[in-house]
C-alpha cells in the first residue's frame, strides 16, 4: 500500500514537472511530423502505383480493342498474372475463356450492362471502360476494366481485365515499414528527451534542494555553480540574492543589538540613581543631581528612540518623500533659529554665511530635519576657545548645495568613512558624555546616517572634509530645479 502510494506520489510529481511537459509537447510535435510524412509518402506512393497498375491494364486492353473477331484474337497463355483477372466473353455474356483468377457470372453481366449504359452515354461504343464500385467481395482492392472485341457494328464479345491496386502488397509494406520506423523513432524521441530534459532540469532541483535547505538563520549557503548558461545565471542572481539577504539579516541582528545596548546604559544609570535616591533620606541636593541625570538620559533615550523610529521607517519603506520647490537658504535659516538655543547652552557661535537663493526640489521637513542634524553635531562636537559654526547655502553647475563647518577638533581619517554607519561615533567616550553634565555633547551615532539617506531621497550626495585639530564642513548637494528639469543628477563623488 505505502509502495503504491510512493509510486502515486513520484507519478504525480513527474506529470506536473516541466520536463513531462517538455517531453509531452515535444511527442505531440513529434508524432504530427510523423504522421504528416506517412500520409504524404502514401499518398504519393499510392498514386504512383495505381497509374502504373492502370497504364498496364490499359495497355493490355489496348492490344484487344477493336479486333475483327475472337478468331484473330489470339490470347497468350500468360497474358495475365495469376492474381490478374481475364475473361473473355460472348455478346450475351458466356464466359468463353478465363485466366487468373475467377470472378462470378454475376459479376460478368454486371460489368457488360455498365459498358452498356457507359458506352451509350459517352458514344464511343468500342471505349474501354472502368469499373468503379459493385466489384466482388473477393476483389475490393482490384481494378476492373471492359474492353468491347469486334467492329463497332459487330461487337463479337467482350474481355474483362483486372488487377489488384498493390499487386506487390507494396503499399501494405511501405505503410508498415513507415509505421514501424515512425514508432521507433518516436521512442527513442521520447526516451532521448526524458534524458535531456532531466539532464537539463539538473540544476534546478540543485537550486531547489539547497534553497530548501536554506532556513532563515543560515544565510550563509551558495549554489557556487559555474555555468555560464541560463541557468548558471539564475543560480548566480540567487547567490547574489542571498548574499544581500544575507547581508541586510546581519544589518538588522546588529542594528537591534545596537539598539538595545545603547539602550541599557541609560536604563542602567536611570536604575542606580532612582536606587540611590531611594536608597535613604538625603539632602536636597542630591535629589535634584539624581532627577537632571534621568531627566538627561530621558532625554537621550527620547532622541534615540526617535531617530530610531525614523531610520525603521526609512528602511520599510514607508517614508513619504514629498518633492516641491523649496529654497534650500530658507531651510538652512529656521534649522539655524531652532538650534540657537543648544548654540547658546554650549556657548558657540553660530554664523549664517552666504545665503543666496538656493531652489531646488525637496520635502521640507526632510531637508530641515537633515541641515538641523548637522549643525546640532557640529555644535555639539565644537570644542576650544572659539567656538564656531559656520552655514552657508548656494548654487553652482546646476546644482543647489548647503555647507555646515565648525571649527571644532575634526575627526581622524580612520573615522571618517565609519561616520555615516549607524551607531558609528567617532570617539565612544567622549561622545557618549558625562551624564551629570548635560552640556557634554550626547550622540547615538544614528544622525549623519538620517542625514545620508535623506540626501539620497533627494538625488543627492553628502560630502565630508575634515583637519584634525581645526575643523570639519559637511556639504550636501542636490539637484536644484534648474538641473531637475534638466534631468541632472550630482556627479561629485562623496567622502
Ligand atoms: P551622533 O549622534 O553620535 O552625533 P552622528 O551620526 O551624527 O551621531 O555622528 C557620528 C559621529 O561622527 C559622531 O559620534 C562624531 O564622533 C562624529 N562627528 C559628526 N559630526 C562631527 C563634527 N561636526 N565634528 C566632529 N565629529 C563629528
Known amino acids: 500500500m505505502r509502495r503504491l502510494k510512493r509510486f502515486l506520489g513520484w507519478v504525480d510529481r513527474l506529470v506536473h514537472s516541466i520536463r513531462f511537459r517538455l517531453v509531452l509537447w515535444y511527442a505531440v510535435i513529434l508524432v504530427g511530423i510523423l504522421a504528416a510524412l506517412t500520409v504524404f509518402v502514401t499518398v504519393v506512393e499510392t498514386r504512383d502505383v495505381h497509374n502504373d497498375v492502370l497504364t498496364r491494364l490499359e495497355n493490355r486492353a489496348s492490344l484487344l480493342v477493336g479486333r475483327r473477331s475472337f ?89 474483362i481485365l483486372g488487377s489488384p491496386l498493390d499487386p506487390g502488397g507494396q503499399l501494405r509494406r511501405l505503410l508498415l515499414t513507415m509505421l514501424a520506423g515512425s514508432l521507433l523513432t518516436l521512442a527513442i524521441a521520447l526516451g532521448g528527451g526524458l534524458w535531456l530534459a532531466d539532464r537539463a532540469m539538473r540544476p534546478v532541483r540543485t537550486i531547489t534542494q539547497a534553497a530548501r535547505e536554506i532556513s532563515d538563520t543560515d544565510l550563509s549557503r551558495r549554489l557556487n555553480m559555474k555555468g555560464r548558461d541560463e541557468l548558471g545565471q539564475l543560480a548566480d542572481t540567487f547567490d547574489g540574492m542571498l548574499a544581500r539577504l544575507q547581508a541586510a539579516f546581519e544589518r538588522q541582528r546588529q542594528f537591534v543589538a545596537d539598539a538595545s545596548h545603547e539602550l541599557r546604559t541609560p536604563l542602567t544609570i536611570v536604575n542606580l540613581e532612582t536606587t540611590r535616591a531611594l536608597a535613604g533620606k538625603r539632602p536636597a541636593g542630591e535629589y535634584q543631581r539624581a532627577l537632571t541625570v534621568i531627566r538627561s538620559e530621558n532625554d537621550f533615550m527620547s532622541a534615540l528612540v526617535n531617530d530610531l523610529l525614523v531610520l525603521a521607517r526609512m528602511d520599510a519603506g514607508q517614508t513619504n518623500v514629498e518633492l516641491k520647490p523649496v529654497d534650500l537658504a530658507d531651510v538652512a535659516i529656521e534649522a539655524v533659529e531652532r538650534l540657537e538655543g543648544l548654540a547658546a547652552r554650549n556657548g558657540v557661535r553660530v554664523e549664517i554665511g552666504d545665503l543666496p537663493e538656493a531652489p531646488m526640489r525637496g520635502d521640507r521637513q526632510y531637508l530641515l530635519q537633515m541641515i538641523s542634524n548637522l549643525v546640532d553635531n557640529a555644535i555639539k562636537y565644537t570644542t576650544g576657545p572659539e567656538r564656531r559654526v559656520c552655514v552657508e547655502t548656494g548654487t553652482r553647475e546646476r546644482l543647489a548645495w548647503v555647507r555646515v563647518s565648525d571649527s571644532g577638533p575634526g575627526i581622524p581619517p580612520e573615522h571618517l568613512a565609519h561616520i555615516f554607519d549607524r551607531f558609528y561615533r567617532a570617539d565612544q567616550a567622549r561622545t557618549r558624555g558625562d551624564p551629570e553634565n548635560t552640556a557634554a555633547p550626547s550622540g547615538s551615532g544614528l544622525g549623519l546616517s538620517i542625514v545620508q539617506w535623506i540626501a539620497q531621497a533627494h538625488a543627492g550626495q553628502v560630502h565630508v572634509t575634515s583637519q584634525v585639530g581645526e575643523g570639519t564642513t559637511f556639504e550636501v548637494t542636490f539637484p536644484s530645479a534648474e538641473g531637475r528639469a534638466a534631468g541632472v543628477e550630482t556627479k561629485e563623488q562623496g567622502t
Open 71 to 159: 478468331g484473330a484474337l489470339l490470347i497468350p497463355d500468360n497474358f495475365v498474372d495469376s492474381n490478374e483477372v481475364l475473361v473473355v466473353t460472348g455478346v450475351d455474356g458466356s464466359v468463353l475463356a478465363t485466366q487468373g483468377t475467377a470472378v462470378p457470372q454475376d459479376f460478368v453481366l454486371q460489368a457488360l450492362h455498365v459498358w452498356q449504359v457507359q458506352s451509350q452515354q459517352s458514344n464511343l461504343p468500342l471505349s474501354v471502360v472502368a469499373l468503379t464500385g459493385n466489384l466482388p467481395s473477393t476483389h475490393t482492392g482490384y481494378y476492373f476494366l471492359v474492353a468491347p472485341v469486334g467492329d463497332r457494328d459487330n461487337i463479337q464479345g467482350f474481355a
